[in-house]
């Protein structure tokens, strides 16, 4: 974000008014007894219950069981089978309940949940036969109905389970009001899930209110423990898109039953959606050790695994879900979405005809391919897929919607806005719908400027910039093409969105998209926010946003959008053309001294960990240093190679062996000889360990200078100075000349107003560590102090010379060149400040006024155009610009500078 691209980003969403309202009055009050162990197991139904619904299930399964062998009532078999379920024990559910049905021959409950239990594990015929015998037994039993329409819909008879559901509906609207009305929890979730199949099917989009406000607020009113309630209330606010109110209802039901899987893993769901990969994982891993059979939480795990490159791992998950269930449509669509990551269409063609041979109309498995594929850019596969589901299962509005959204991403706006018209009308509650139709419309107003390989839209207070963009595109473009030796088909569409709700909403078709994300790239769409985005004035570099995401516009289109993260992104750095990831050198370091950097079957992780910064920068920071280090290595023609290796479906091991004539391991040490020597100078961050930590080791290890360093630092932080100066000393004294001590020591002296004696002691130390970065700049600090600037420069200087010298020093040496009247050498630093920060108009125009006091006006032109290129309506820089310019004689220039403000 910031130049970093955003791909496909599914964040946080608008609240729904029809869908509000309900959570806040949904709270369960937990009525009742708690149930605890006093010498003896609980046998009670309601307390076993309790128990079971709570996550408490070691102790409900204990229960159940003597109580199935000691009453052996329908309901303890029953509730021995659930707490089986939840902790994925399928088989030795199916037993139990075979157990019940011998001592309650043909018991339609029990032969119910078995049906249930063995759909949900892919055994279809034996769950029709117990359907069949069920419903002779109690032809209006409801799981049985629910059932028998769940295998129906699976098997592709959509008529005949749309039959059951609209049973289901009817008999639940024809009793309510009189004195059979269903007021169970337990038919009420399964009439909550049937409506919201009759809705989807029938559109019906009313329904869905009714089904959060009326049909679940019942299910807690019976059962306060019933967090099934809230968790299918998530699930349907989430498939609209209303994701707070989703998280909400979520937590809610972990709050009644913290060992919920179900919850849990549609909770690692949303946090993948956010791009949390690892809090996505973590929370899978914990649903997995409750439930080590929940296929959605394999799934997850899969699907990160597919996201951040590791195939084979995701390839051992997927035959994990396979084996569980073995007709899962959605299982199957990661399999194929496996098989297009290999290149492999004769596997994807295996795939579609295995799920062929159990559904006759899988639209599901066509509707999470398609999903999966754009989250890879696999844009034709992914609109043959949305458009077979649509075709397949007209009832699933999301593939209507998801098709709108391809077409949204691709530029193609006219297709998307009819398509995204038709999901609205069939679910005006989806968010993501319903705001990509006002941006859209937003976009309708703006004007056009076209260009050779450019179609640029903008509003009327963005004119200068798009006519800026317009030559400076061009000339990129030219240099790209014989960079990447490759032309993009058709006019790039660029937009410069005038407000960064329209922004976020163009990206996201969500609001409230980050500040820092000042740039977006699908392939043949490039997005920029409007400098003055809502009347206010929030400058950033375009120019190094747009040939950020220019590159991307190539690389995607160049490698059919295989190319890996990596490269695109490291590429995209490249193109910049600054230093601004210098700032993080010491966090590299750190990394690079705790093992964790990333290497290039890792580095995915860290694009897709949006919850830890520190990840997404050290993976920008890494890809960025692998293009240089390729490049420097291989030579430019190696990248081409690359983007023409990854074109043909190549993987990066193979890559990189066709390409630089390495193995990848041999690669990798190679990059890592150049971290070592691109991070030699570098510290690491120096973060203290907690004082009790420090305190207790100082007492068990008082001559370890480190730790004794160490724990006068936490005093000082502390401002415990006589501590702080007692441990110095006693350190000093046995190991004089430790740096970490001196660094103390002299902080203790600066306290006292002796900056003197502070740089003096800093001096002696260096004369004995010399080239100890911290020394240097805390010396620095002191020397500017005592206003001995020469030294002082000449410290700078030395760090400069490492490339260690942070942003704080360049300033500093800056300031000193100044009062030396020393331009020159004032303007080489501000220039390395410049390059730091990319953003910073007020060095940049320091540059353009000291240049013009020298008389240089090539400079001159250098710096006030790039003032421009933050804030094309600088007065200042325009006239310095055409001053500069002027005195060069370059005349075209003005004309079409002049021409870009008419």
Known sequence: MGRISVFLIVWYVATIAVLTGWINNLGPSHAGDTAVRTGHLVHNPKQLRQLLQRGNYAEAEEGYRQAAQQRGAIEDYLGWCRVLRETGRYDDALKVLDEGLKKHKNQADLLAERAEVLYVTGRWEQAHQDVAAALRTDANHFRARWVQACLLRDQGDLEAADQQVRWLVRTYTQLSGTAQEIRDAERLLIVGLAGAENARRHRRPQQFAFILNEIYKDALRDDPDCWQAEYQAAQLLLEKHNQAEGEAALDKALAINPRAADALALKGRVALDQRQAGQAVRLADKALKIHPNHLEALRLLADVRLLTGDLAGAENLIKLARDIHPRAEATWARQAVLAYLK?????????????????????????????????????????????????????????????????????????????????????????????????????????????????????????????????????????????????????????????????????????????????????????????????????????????????????????????????????????????????????????????????????????QNFAHSEDVITAYYQGWLYVQYLTEQYGQKAIRELLEAYQQGLSTQQAILKVCGVSLDQLEQGYRRYLDKHLRAVPPREILPPLEELEASWNKHPDNAEVGAQLAAAYLQRQRWDDARRIAEKVWRQHQGHPATALVLARLHHRNKDVVAAAVLLEETLQRNPGNVRLLRALARYLVLCERNERAIAVLEQLRSLQVAGEEQLEVLAELYALGQQRQQQAAVLADLAARQPDNVDVRRRLARLWQQMGNWEQVARWAESILWIDVEDSEAKELLLSAWQHLGMHDQIRRLSARYR
């Open 343 to 607: 290149g492999s269409a004769a596997s994807v063609q295996k795939v579609e005809q295995e799920v062929l041979s159990f559904c006759r109309t899988p639209g599901l498995w066509h509707l999470e391919t398609a999903e999966l594929l754009l989250l890879f850019k696999r844009y034709p596969e992914a609109e043959h897929h949305y458009k077979q589901a649509v075709k397949l299962r007209p009832d699933l509005p999301a593939a209507t919607a998801g098709l709108g959204f391809l077409y949204w991403q691709l530029g193609r706006e006219e297709e998307a806005q009819q398509v995204l018209k038709e999901a609205f009308q069939a679910d005006p509650f989806h968010v993501r719908v319903a705001n990509a139709l006002k941006v859209l419309e937003h976009l309708s107003k703006y004007q056009k400027r076209e260009t050779d390989h450019f179609v640029i839209k903008f509003s009327e207070r963005d004119k200068v910039l798009a006519a800026w963009l317009a030559d400076y595109l061009e000339l990129w473009y030219a240099e790209y093409q014989q960079r990447y030796g490759f032309t993009p088909a058709g006019k790039v569409l660029v937009e410069i969105l005038a407000s960064r709700e329209m922004f976020s909403g163009r990206i996201l078709a969500l609001p409230d998209l980050p500040g820092t994300v000042q740039g977006a790239s699908t392939g043949p769409l490039l997005l920029l926010p409007s400098p003055r985005a809502d009347n206010r004035v929030r400058l950033y570099n375009w120019v190094s946003v747009a040939r950020h995401e220019l590159t991307h516009v190539f690389n995607l289109q160049q490698t059919h959008y295989r190319v890996p993260t990596w490269l695109t992104e490291g590429l995209a750095v490249h193109a910049e053309q600054d230093q601004r990831f210098l700032a993080y050198q010491e966090l590299l370091k750190e990394r690079l001294v705790a093992g964790t950097i990333y290497n290039l079957n890792t580095i995915a992780r860290g694009y």
